[in-house]
């Protein structure tokens, strides 16, 4: 959200309708299936970065740009639990697959 931040908007947790906020990580760097685990048994897995804008937010409208389309991250939750401001949250990257192990063969 930083980028907004320098723009002169006032963002704050909530402005992009996300359920959680990090600091000290990128997110948006991470790749597909990237696990998260934080908190009290919280084990998340990193589904989609990006969202097409359909409607141009209000953000959008006040500095001309929006974040969502590069940096909107998306998961979902493999294991439900307790995650509490200051939680430290663990990203551990998953290795794609190789054919053999997907099941597919040349």
Not at 15 to 41: D, K, M, Q, W, Y
Not at 46 to 65: L, M, P
Not at 80 to 94: E, F, N, S
């Amino acid at each position: 959200m930083s980028p907004e931040l320098h723009k002169g908007l006032s963002v704050d947790f909530g402005s992009f309708a996300e359920n959680v906020a990090t600091s000290g990580i990128r997110l948006f760097e991470l790749p597909l299936g990237t696990l998260l685990f934080g908190g009290e048994g919280v084990v998340l897995e990193v589904t989609q970065i990006g969202k097409e804008c359909h409607t141009r937010c209000a953000v959008y409208h006040q500095a001309g740009d929006c974040v969502m389309p590069r940096e909107g991250i998306f998961g979902r939750v493999l294991a439900g639990g307790r995650l509490r401001t200051g939680d430290p949250l663990l990203a551990i990257p998953v290795p794609a697959a190789s054919p053999a192990q997907s099941g597919n063969r040349p």
